[in-house]
């Protein structure tokens, strides 16, 4: 088992910046993939963001260009970098892992885009 805490949500106007980040409880360098999922009131959760241990990325369509997920081992921390942010981003933004024969969650972070 990991454990998740995410951090950095916020309120930011349209256009605005913020940086998410994700705790974790061990060493994330043995992680082969971790996550940023997405879920907006009265919507399902969506996959925002993946990075493998070997680096590669993949983004929504909705994201792409705007986001950028990173990880910092020395750390164990994974990071979501968001820019030009749109009200349309506004959910509560949780950190995942997958570690056979379990799925792992954070509790979310709020964040909202509005004037």
């Known amino acids: 088992q990991v454990q998740l805490v995410e951090s950095g949500g916020g309120l930011v106007p349209p256009g605005g910046s913020l940086r998410l980040s994700c705790a974790t409880s061990g060493s994330i360098a043995s992680l082969n993939v971790m996550d940023w999922y997405r879920q907006a009131p009265g919507k399902q959760r969506e996959l925002v963001a993946r990075?493998?241990?070997?680096?590669?990325?993949n983004y929504a369509d909705s994201v792409k260009g705007r986001f950028t997920i990173s990880r910092d081992n020395a750390k164990n921390t994974l990071y979501l970098q968001m820019n030009s942010l749109k009200p349309e981003d506004t959910a509560i933004y949780y950190c995942h892992t997958y570690i056979f024969p379990r799925n792992s969650w954070g509790q979310g972070t709020q964040v909202t885009v509005s004037s």
């Open positions: 990075i493998t241990s070997g680096g590669s990325t």
